[in-house]
């Protein structure tokens, strides 16, 4: 089971902002009560960090969801592929591509190895949105500044711990 909550915080920006985190609570003797502060502490950074992800994709126009796959989209990839990497099914891209296409942001391209494949591509303006979106995300890259190279390497470290067992996506 878990339980979200809210916490209301004031940003850099005077706004307010809500912050969903969401508590892991097991009935007594079931998992590893050890593990739940960590679990916290990588739940909240995953918030934050597709907090300033949406509110960058706000800011230029743009769902989240329209922002990862314009994201993917700087590389020409078919429906099949991208859907992979957003880990659901390519039907459920095709309105998020649709709204890219009627933007002027991405466009569909035929595959020069298959002409039954359409690949989704970055338009030159998307391109330009794609790095204002980059631009727009300073919160991690200014958090990794500000670590020295040891802090840097560890937190490496724990990334490719954490992502060396992963799970593949299945529907």
């Known amino acids: 089971m878990s339980n979200s909550q809210h916490l ?3 940003t850099d920006k005077s706004e307010t902002a809500i912050r969903p985190f969401t508590i892991e609570t097991l009935p007594e003797g079931v998992g590893d009560p050890e593990l739940i502060p960590l679990r916290i502490d990588i739940l909240s950074f ?45 039907s459920n891209l095709t309105a998020k591509v649709d709204r890219l296409v009627e933007l002027g942001l991405v466009e569909r391209r035929a595959d020069p190895q ?35 190279d040891a802090e840097r390497a560890t937190v490496q470290h ?4 954490l992502l060396r067992i992963k799970r593949p996506f299945s529907d």
């Open 8 to 10: 209301t915080v004031e």
């Open 46 to 90: 995953v918030g934050e960090y597709l907090l300033e992800f949406e509110q960058a994709a706000v800011a230029e126009g743009l769902t989240l969801a329209q922002a990862r796959v314009l994201g993917f989209a700087a590389v020409p990839s078919s429906m099949r592929e991208m859907a992979y990497r957003f880990g659901c099914d390519p």
């Open 114 to 148: 298959d002409a039954r494949v359409r690949r989704i591509a970055a338009t030159a303006a998307g391109l330009n949105t794609a790095v204002n979106l980059c631009a727009r995300r300073s919160w991690l890259t200014e958090t990794l500044q500000s670590l020295d």
């Open 158 to 161: 724990a990334m490719a711990l």
